[in-house]
């Protein structure tokens, strides 16, 4: 593996730990800023919402900075904010460090997704976008819960100073690992070209399907601590072990489908998303057998992440043109489906839905979105229409 794929793969590691690491040490920080912790989830929440609203607009501000000049400041401002984390005194501060945070999150997946692509011969890229989106299903393996174990040890303050000293580390392996040029920054003038790729029909529907995926992901996943204890009569202390087998099927399936995205895409695209709408009525089924539910949940969370690659990798191919803005909707796209999920979750939770039923309602999610999917295709072959060549690529400067 290149070493800028893995300094990149390190920094994504980083962003995503500190996204879900606040997860394991909640009751901490609700009791050390004397909050609620409901009050204190809105640390996660606020997150997401921060990524999917903020990235977009810094990254179209900063759309004619270096390359690697953006990447090494936004894993800079990351570091600081752990910094800040570790000493927030209350809990407005530390909401607002969170989200500051979670600006440069939302900017750092979508300009690394151009510069891992930007590294690689044509016919690897799908296996370069994996690589990244490996770091985020390495840091729930591994990450969140050394992270949550550092809190429970030396109090939930130690494991952000873990984040700064993991945000050094990435900031030190980018800037010795990645190359000057690693694609463009772009001219004055463009944002109404990177307005224009988002309504080329590739683009939007891959959007959509995301949205869809992640509603279809995140409603059972959220609540899945509750849905293993009350359906499937699993022991507490068991839950840990069910998510690592759910991390390390995730892990098995992003790079899985980076070969499926270079290998032929919208075919894989389809396949999977039909897969994914089968399982999780699977699992609807097998909820109250533990062993059937266990190894549906491992090839489940398998699939959740080989499905994320195909989808990233048809948005950049036909906005490789124009690829800022569409980038950055990526990371913005995922996140805005974790907090619809979440919210609408609890809504049917509070209206007498059983947790058993959360997977049928991804079920629905899964079959509109292999419906978009074939629709977009066909419209595709019918058009005729080809990807846009990319946009030649303009000295930088480091």
Avoid at 40 to 54: E, P, Q, T
Avoid at 184 to 190: M, Q, T
Avoid at 256 to 263: E, F, I, N, T, V
Avoid at 289 to 306: D, E, H, S, T
Wanted: net charge positive; hydrophobic share 60%.
């Amino acid at each position: 593996m290149p070493l800028p794929l893995i300094a990149l793969f390190l920094a994504a590691f980083a962003f995503g730990t500190t996204e879900f690491v606040i997860a394991g040490v909640l009751p901490q920080v609700a009791a050390g800023l004397d909050v609620s912790v409901p009050s204190a989830g809105y640390l996660v929440s606020g997150y997401a919402l921060g990524v999917a609203l903020g990235g977009p607009f810094l990254t179209v501000a900063t759309a004619r900075v270096s390359r690697k000049t953006l990447l090494l400041g936004l894993l800079f401002v990351f570091t600081l904010g752990q910094m800040a984390c570790a000493v927030a005194p209350d809990f407005p501060t530390m909401l607002a460090f969170r989200a500051a945070i979670a600006v440069t999150h939302g900017t750092f997946f979508g300009v690394a997704m151009v510069v891992a692509v930007n590294l690689v011969p044509e016919g690897k890229r799908g296996q370069a976008i994996a690589i990244i989106l490996a770091g985020l299903t390495v840091s729930n393996i591994v990450g969140v819960p050394l992270g949550a174990a550092i809190g429970g040890w030396l109090g939930w303050r130690a494991t952000f100073w873990s984040m700064f000293a993991l945000g050094i580390l990435s900031l030190a392996a980018l800037a010795l690992a990645l190359p000057r040029r690693v694609g463009p920054a772009h001219r004055p003038g463009n944002l109404a070209r990177e307005v224009r790729a988002l309504g080329r029909q590739q683009v939007w529907t891959c959007l959509i399907i995301m949205l869809m995926l992640m509603i279809g992901q995140m409603l059972p996943f959220t609540y899945i601590s509750p849905l293993l204890q009350s359906v499937t009569g699993l022991d507490e202390r068991t839950i840990p072990w069910v998510l690592l087998a759910i991390g390390i099927g995730s892990t098995v399936g992003v790079l899985a489908g980076g070969r499926l995205a270079d290998w032929r895409l919208m075919p894989s695209l389809i396949s999977l998303l039909a897969i994914q709408a089968v399982l999780l009525l699977v699992i609807y089924f097998v909820g109250p057998y533990p062993v059937p539910m266990v190894i549906a949940l491992f090839v489940w969370g398998g699939l959740n992440f080989a499905i994320g690659t195909p989808i990233q990798s048809r948005i950049l191919g036909w906005t490789a043109d124009a690829p800022n803005l569409a980038s950055a909707l990526i990371p913005s796209g995922f996140n805005l489906g974790i907090a619809i999920a979440a919210s609408f979750g609890a809504i049917v939770l509070n209206a007498g839905v059983p947790y058993r039923a959360l997977p049928l309602f991804g079920v629905a999610a899964l079959t509109i979105a292999t419906a978009v999917a074939i629709l977009s295709w066909w419209a595709e072959r019918r058009s005729g229409m080809r990807p846009p060549v990319p946009v030649s690529a303009t000295p930088e400067i480091a």
